[in-house]
């Protein structure tokens, strides 16, 4: 097994996270080792049962699935140790140990403003998130938010009116790719 896949099954782990990565590594040498550590050494380090069965038996066609999605144009996955995951974000004690990036990777470290709110908003809160994203946008600012409908969707729209970049956040969709 290489590296990449490794770090997909640590992805794909329920509730690894950065802090408890490096509590797992303080009881294995490697990430590599990880996968080859016992229950007992894996629960020294702070895994729950559910992390501990994963590894020993990770969904092998759901990382097969998410090779296949790093094999196309634009698609990369960044780790946590990479230079070009965000410094801000892999700060955080609870960060993803990695992204799926679908574009530019460096994008995510521009300075940005997020932009999130209602799936159902009035016209103008619509209208005045479009508005704000623009300006914020034509001041230097990437516009980030998620691809709802409502104030995201305007967002982003604002963001791309003033000529800038804009970044969608999307939660964990597991194996479905499009």
Not at 30 to 55: D, H, I
Not at 131 to 141: E, N, P, S, V
Request: hydrophobic residues 45%; negative net charge; aromatic residues 6%.
């Amino acid at each position: 097994m290489d590296e990449l896949e490794t770090w997909l099954i640590l992805m794909r782990a329920p509730g690894i996270h950065a802090g408890l990565l490096r509590k797992l590594l303080e009881h294995v040498p490697s990430v590599g080792e990880l996968l080859r550590a016992s229950p007992e050494t894996l629960r020294a380090g702070g895994a729950n049962n559910s992390v501990v069965a994963w590894l020993q038996a990770p969904d092998l066609a759901l990382i097969e699935a998410d090779l296949r999605w790093l094999e196309q144009p634009a698609h990369h996955f960044l780790r946590i140790d990479s230079p070009r995951y965000p410094k801000l974000l892999a700060d955080l004690p609870d960060a993803p140990i990695g992204l799926f990036v679908w574009g530019d990777p460096d994008a995510l470290n521009l300075p940005q403003l997020a932009i999130v709110g209602s799936r159902n908003p009035t016209a103008a809160g619509n209208d005045n998130a479009r508005q704000f994203a623009m300006q914020l946008a034509q001041a230097g600012l990437a516009i980030t938010s998620g691809l709802a409908i409502g104030i995201d969707a305007a967002a982003h729209r604002g963001a791309l009116k003033a000529g800038s970049r804009t970044l969608a956040v999307c939660a964990d969709v597991g194996s479905t790719y499009t």
